[in-house]
């Protein structure tokens, strides 16, 4: 027979189109890249049982060469009595798989991991091919689809960082990578999660710990109580928070307790994001309903060591509301940077993300500044974007001005500049105020207008 009779159902999808998440470039003049990661449903419909022996993804119409994924039947997940490790699906049954890390050793204790996870180098293929082939059978199972960005998960655009500026310490960043340690099964919807801790450069050495400290104790690192913000407005799905944290680093998860620990999952537009990990009794009030409303930027609990955590950190997760499938999760208003490329300043060749996932290399990520809800093009700017713009850049003393802790100090000469200068000021003061930001708001539209028309 010339193909096996697999009929292949596919997801992150639109409906009619597959996702794929751009990924941002490591340093400004580095590289981007697009990250595929598929969840396939493979079914069965003959009388008969097949076995699986490759699969592969090609991209028509461009010039990447086949993506060959490697362990396939270790990791198809087969529905009925076979065995999970032979590749067969049972006639009548599905199977599933998705492409992510898999361990080719099979023994109890052995590990020999590889990733199937896709990167490819900017421009995205306009197409993929999924091939299914089986034993028995001269040609693959085949499945053609149109590819799109995945960038607007809200509904409306991609997502805030989940903490802003001023809740980290200076020379402080979340740091990350998009290679996340496990598949979340076969279903595959970790492998486009993040376990995000803080990390700061001390004696040209990074570490996710305070100075002078062992790893012993939870509160021994940078990212223990910090405040965890919504990455959109959305909605209370659930949560948990009653469970105890994890006694110290490393210390098995209580009984009972979740591997998610305290969490929650919140349904941001179209996305259903986990927020997991959190500090034991830190979820406010009023979210522990669901349905309760939250807004962008709402603190939604503080980073803890609960679950099945190895040390203090979030981990992010998002899935598809409807489907409960992998999706990716870009970011916007925020930049990162490898981190050995961070000057003693903090200046270096940053990258502004704008609807893009994190890059498969660790980096330092800096959120923006959290100016409080005064409109869609408001809620996230970067402070010294601003003041660079529109002053030429930010003095570290003498004359000009400065920041410190987010305040600004020794301001230009009255003028137009000024007036958006110290509106900019009053916005941070006044952040937890909307109708007072959405007046400020207002007044610096007006301000960058004339500005920029010179009147």
Same mark, same amino acid.
């Given at each position: ?63 990447? %060469?086949?993506?060959?994924?490697? *362990?396939?039947? +270790?990791?198809?997940?087969?529905? &009925?009595?076979?065995? @999970?490790?032979? $590749? #067969? ?92 340690? %496990?598949?979340?099964?076969?279903? *595959?919807?970790? +492998?486009?999660?993040?376990?995000? &801790?803080?990390?700061? @450069?001390?004696? $040209? #050495? ?250």
């Amino acid at each position: 027979m010339a193909s096996p009779p697999i009929e292949i159902l596919v997801q992150p999808t639109d409906g009619s189109r597959l996702f794929y998440l751009p990924i941002a470039a490591k340093a400004q003049g580095e590289p981007e890249f697009v990250k595929i990661v598929l969840r396939l449903r493979l079914h069965n419909p003959s009388d008969k049982q097949v076995r699986l022996s490759a699969i592969r993804f090609a991209y028509p119409g461009s010039t990447h %060469a086949q993506s060959r994924m490697k *362990g396939v039947r +270790i990791a198809v997940d087969p529905e &009925g009595e076979a065995d @999970r490790d032979d $590749g #067969v699906i049972a006639a009548g049954t599905t199977a599933t798989w998705s492409n992510g890390v898999v361990d080719l050793d099979t023994s109890e204790d052995g590990e020999n991991h590889v990733r199937n996870e896709v990167y490819l180098p900017t421009p995205a293929p306009p197409r993929i091919e999924i091939q299914v082939s089986c034993q028995g059978f001269s040609d693959p199972a085949k499945l053609s689809v149109d590819l799109v960005p995945y960038v607007r998960p809200t509904g409306t655009g991609a997502l805030r960082l989940p903490m802003a500026r001023g809740d980290l310490d200076r020379g402080e960043y979340l740091v990350t990578s998009a290679r996340h340690w %496990a598949n979340g099964g076969a279903n *595959g919807t970790q +492998i486009y999660a993040h376990d995000i &801790g803080v990390q700061a @450069r001390v004696n $040209g #050495v990074w570490t996710q710990l305070h100075d002078g400290v062992t790893s012993s104790a939870n509160a021994d690192y940078r990212i223990w109580g910090k405040p965890l913000r919504a990455l959109a407005d959305g909605v209370v799905v659930s949560c948990a928070d009653q469970h105890p944290d994890n006694a110290f680093p490393g210390a098995e998860r209580p009984e009972g307790v979740p591997g998610a620990g305290n969490s929650m999952r919140i349904r941001h537009g179209d996305i259903e994001v986990i927020y997991a990990h959190l500090q034991w009794g830190s979820i406010p009030t009023a979210l522990k309903q669901p349905n309760a409303a939250v807004r962008s930027g709402d603190l939604i609990g503080l980073a803890g060591n609960s679950g099945r955590s190895s040390n203090p950190h979030l981990h992010l997760e998002g899935r598809d509301s409807a489907t409960n499938t992998l999706r990716g999760l870009p970011f916007r208003v925020g930049a990162v940077l490898e981190r050995d490329r961070i000057n003693a300043d903090q200046s270096g060749p940053w990258v502004t993300l704008t609807a893009d996932g994190i890059c498969q290399d660790k980096v330092a990520i800096r959120p923006g500044w959290d100016f409080g809800r005064i409109g869609p093009d408001f809620t996230m700017i970067e402070l010294e974007e601003i003041v660079g713009q529109v002053f030429g850049g930010v003095s570290q003393g003498g004359d000009g001005f400065v920041i410190v802790g987010g305040k600004l100090h020794k301001v230009p000469p009255r003028s137009p500049r000024w007036s958006l200068l110290e509106a900019v000021s009053e916005l941070i003061e006044h952040a937890g105020d909307p109708r007072r930001t959405a007046v400020i708001g207002s007044s610096i539209e007006r301000l960058g207008r004339e500005i920029a028309t010179g009147r």
